[in-house]
């Protein structure tokens, strides 16, 4: 009898054993034409990564079925109604695009342990779409947003990261 083992979505096996990664299936919504390009460069083929231009609401949240994280804008608003019908549907993680988070209830989102980061730093275009996509593999290896993270929940994996003068991150070995 064979018995199938369930390994993460970001790891496929195949017959020889070697190890092929992929990332996180992502739906971005509220996708403005500029926005479109950058994401995709950005992402370079790592997160499996559908940019639409529809705003999440109840009639476009079907999109996001199968997804492991939604990508927002600040013209999304997650409500606990909201919130709740994403995580059903078995949304996890959250990034915003934008610096705010007052857009989503952020203790809602830690009662129903979903992670939320947002893009403290950036305001150009390029900026945000690379934050975003640092944040979505943050989390697929396992790891933290660092300041980026808004999670209303106590998590194994915060860190801190400290952001340097060039753009540049570094994952310092101090929890917080």
Excluded at 22 to 50: C, F, Q, S, W
Aim: proline share 2%; net charge neutral; charged share 20%.
């Amino acid at each position: 009898m064979m018995q199938f083992i369930h390994y993460p979505p970001f790891i496929l096996y195949f017959w020889d054993y070697k190890l092929l990664y992929l990332g996180m299936r992502v739906i971005a919504y509220n996708i403005l034409g500029p926005e479109k390009e950058h994401l995709a460069k950005a992402n370079g083929k790592v997160h499996d990564l559908t940019l639409i231009s529809n705003e999440l609401n109840f009639s476009t949240m079907h999109y996001a079925i199968g997804k492991e994280a939604v990508i927002i804008s600040d013209r999304d608003v997650l409500d606990r109604v909201m919130l709740f019908e994403l995580y059903k549907i078995g949304i996890r993680n959250i990034v915003t695009r934008s610096r705010s988070t007052e857009h989503i209830d952020l203790d809602y989102a830690g009662e129903l342990k979903i992670h939320v980061a947002n893009v403290p730093f950036e305001t150009s275009l390029q900026g945000v779409a690379k934050q975003t996509i640092m944040n979505l593999t943050q989390w697929m290896v396992g790891g933290c947003a660092g300041e980026a993270c808004q999670c209303r929940m106590d998590c194994k994996n915060k860190v801190n990261l400290r952001q340097y003068g060039n753009g540049d991150s570094k994952q310092t070995d101090q929890q917080i």
